[in-house]
C-alpha cells in the first residue's frame, strides 16, 4: 500500500474493528508504521479526508498521522481506486481487546484510571479544537507501554458517509454509540464522552454496558456519569480527567495523566505481550511482493 509493504496484521483476523491496522515497512526497511486501511463498504474519499483532518489532533494519547493515501477518482466512473489508508509511528501495540484477552480478564484499577484519563485528556485537547473523534470504542485503542493511543480516526464517519444506518456500522461495537448518535445525530463531543465510559466499563468488566454494581466502587460515578443517556448530564472530557487523576500541588493540566503512568501501571502478562510483539517484529522480513501485484493482506498472524 503505498511506499509500504505490509508485514502483519495487528488487530486478530476475526475481531470486529472500525478499521483493519497491520504493521507495515518501506521497502528499504527504514520505516517501520502501523497502517490502519478502511474496511470494506466504507466510503475510501471520506476515510482519506478524515484521516487527513486527523493530522491536527496533537498530544501525547494521540497516533500521530504521519502520511495519508493519496485516492485518485477514474475517468470511468465515481468509485475511486485502491484502498484508502493512514499511517502512524509503529510502536509495540495491542488492541484493547487484546490486551484485556492476554491478562485473562478486566484490568486492575490502576490500568484502567490510568486508560481514562489519558485518554479524556486526548478528547480534550480535540473538543478544545473544535474536533470530535466520533469512533471511541475499545478496539480504537491501542495499548503501548508508556499509555494508550487513540486511533481509527474518522471510520465511522466513513462508514456512515454513504447513508447506512449508524447501528449497524461495521467494526463498532453499539455500546460504544452514543444514544443521540444511535438515532442519527451529528457526533459531537458528548457523544466521544459517552463512548469513553464505555470504553472504561469494558476495561473494569470486560463489556460496554454493564450494569453499575459491576464497576469498581471508585470508578462508578465517573463511568456512570459518561454513560448518562442525556448528553447533557455527561461531564465534559477534562472534567472526567480529573475526576481520574485529581491534580496535585506539583501537577499541571499538561501532566496530570501522564501521572498515573508509574511503573507497574500495566499489568506483567500485557507488558510481556508488547516484548514479544517487539522481539517478532525485529525478526520479520519484509514479503516479496510479485511484480504488478496488487496490495495483499500478510499470512502472518497478529502480533500478539
Known amino acids: 500500500m503505498g511506499p509500504y509493504r505490509l508485514i502483519t496484521r495487528l488487530d486478530p483476523p476475526t475481531s470486529a474493528v472500525p478499521c483493519r491496522r497491520f504493521v507495515a515497512r518501506t521497502a528499504d526497511g527504514s520505516r517501520t508504521v502501523l497502517l490502519s486501511t478502511s474496511l470494506p463498504g466504507t466510503d475510501p474519499a471520506r476515510f482519506a479526508a478524515e484521516a487527513g483532518a486527523a493530522r491536527h489532533l496533537l498530544g501525547p494519547w494521540i497516533a ?25 509511528p509503529y510502536v509495540p501495540a495491542l488492541p484493547f481487546p487484546v490486551a484485556l484477552a492476554v491478562h485473562g480478564g478486566p484490568l486492575p484499577e490502576t490500568t484502567v484510571r490510568a486508560v ?10 480535540a473538543h478544545s479544537q473544535g474536533l470530535t473523534h466520533a469512533g471511541v470504542s475499545p478496539a480504537a485503542v491501542l495499548l503501548t507501554a508508556d499509555g494508550p493511543r487513540l486511533s481509527c480516526f474518522g471510520a465511522v464517519r466513513a462508514a456512515a458517509a454513504d447513508g447506512e444506518p449508524r447501528t449497524g456500522l461495521p467494526g463498532l461495537d453499539p455500546g460504544s454509540l452514543a444514544p443521540e448518535q444511535a438515532s442519527g445525530g451529528r457526533p459531537r463531543p458528548p457523544g466521544d464522552v459517552f463512548a469513553l465510559g464505555a470504553v472504561l466499563a469494558y476495561a473494569a468488566t470486560g463489556h460496554t454496558v454493564p450494569e453499575r454494581e459491576e464497576l469498581p466502587p471508585a470508578l462508578r460515578q465517573v463511568v456512570s456519569s459518561c454513560l448518562a443517556r442525556d448528553p447533557a448530564d455527561r461531564p465534559t472530557a477534562a472534567a472526567v480527567m480529573s475526576a481520574l487523576a485529581p491534580p496535585t500541588s506539583h501537577q499541571t493540566v499538561l501532566n496530570s495523566a ?9 499489568p ?17 522480513e519484509l514479503p516479496v511482493a510479485p511484480e504488478h ?6 499470512a502472518t498472524p497478529a502480533l500478539t
Open 293 to 298: 501485484a496488487g496490495p495483499a493482506e500478510p
Open 258 to 266: 501522564g501521572a498515573l503512568l508509574t511503573p507497574g501501571w500495566l
Open 64 to 88: 500521530p498521522v504521519t502520511d495519508v493515501a493519496e485516492l485518485t477518482e477514474p475517468a470511468a466512473g465515481p468509485a475511486w481506486s485502491g484502498p484508502a489508508w493512514y499511517a502512524t
Open 268 to 284: 506483567g502478562r500485557v507488558v510481556a505481550a508488547l516484548a514479544r510483539q517487539s522481539a517478532e517484529l525485529l525478526a520479520a
Open 116 to 125: 481514562g484519563a489519558a485518554l479524556a485528556e486526548a478528547l480534550a485537547a
